[in-house]
């Protein structure tokens, strides 16, 4: 889909987005919607090397869900890494972040601290370890953590590291 219609409407009629097969180089349009949007659902990966720095303008933005290739089979993930960490650390409202699938590694996650409204992280991906997850204990706002079990045995950690991630952040909610 190209985006470009987006630059017509008007700049805060949009408050949620979930963005699936995009043309990448229209992607840029979604910024003009940063004074309204509240909610953005967008596959990364499927975007321009530009992504982090249109997601950053979104200034507004509450909840976001990014999600990127994890499995070798799908490919490496392009777009989904410490970069794009490090940009939407500059989100100053966003107070829900999934990310699902993914190349960051824990230098990325780290740049979450900087999320001073975070309240829940959700992370699903393969090869996560509990100390990935130490920055968690420096952020007072972030009360849930959830994604870590997802599936069980099947899930993107062992339990013996969920155990791990309970342990050394009692004051997060995990369910």
Same mark, same amino acid.
């Given at each position: 889909?190209?985006?470009?219609?987006?630059?017509?409407?008007?700049?805060?009629?949009?408050?949620?987005?979930?963005?699936?097969?995009?043309?990448?180089?229209?992607?840029?349009?979604?910024?003009?919607?940063?004074?309204?949007?509240?909610?953005?659902?967008?596959?990364?990966?499927?975007?321009?090397?530009?992504? +982090?720095?249109?997601?950053?303008?979104?200034?507004?933005?509450?909840?976001?869900?990014?999600?990127?290739?994890?499995?070798?089979?799908?490919? +490496?993930?392009?777009?989904?890494?410490?970069?794009?960490?490090?940009?939407?650390?500059?989100?100053?409202?966003?107070?829900?972040?999934?990310?699902?699938?993914?190349?960051?590694?824990?230098?990325?996650?780290?740049?979450?601290?900087?999320?001073?409204?975070?309240?829940?992280?959700?992370?699903?991906?393969?090869?996560?370890?509990?100390?990935?997850?130490?920055?968690?204990?420096?952020?007072?706002?972030?009360?849930?953590?959830?994604?870590?079990?997802?599936?069980?045995?099947?899930?993107?950690?062992?339990?013996?590291?969920?155990?791990?991630?309970?342990?050394?952040?009692?004051?997060?909610?995990?369910?």
């Amino acid at each position: 889909m190209d985006l470009e219609f987006i630059r017509g409407l008007p700049a805060d009629s949009v408050s949620d987005l979930g963005l699936g097969d995009v043309v990448p180089a229209s992607f840029g349009a979604v910024a003009h919607l940063a004074p309204g949007l509240r909610d953005l659902w967008v596959y990364i990966d499927n975007l321009g090397d530009d992504a +982090p720095s249109v997601i950053v303008e979104l200034k507004a933005l509450e909840r976001l869900s990014l999600a990127g290739h994890d499995l070798p089979e799908d490919g +490496p993930s392009r777009r989904l890494d410490d970069h794009a960490l490090s940009a939407i650390a500059d989100l100053p409202a966003l107070e829900s972040l999934s990310l699902l699938g993914g190349s960051y590694t824990e230098q990325g996650l780290q740049q979450l601290r900087r999320l001073p409204k975070l309240r829940h992280l959700h992370v699903e991906r393969e090869g996560l370890t509990a100390p990935m997850f130490r920055f968690a204990a420096a952020m007072p706002a972030l009360t849930r953590l959830t994604g870590l079990d997802e599936f069980g045995d099947d899930g993107p950690m062992p339990p013996a590291e969920v155990d791990q991630v309970r342990a050394m952040l009692p004051h997060i909610s995990m369910d």
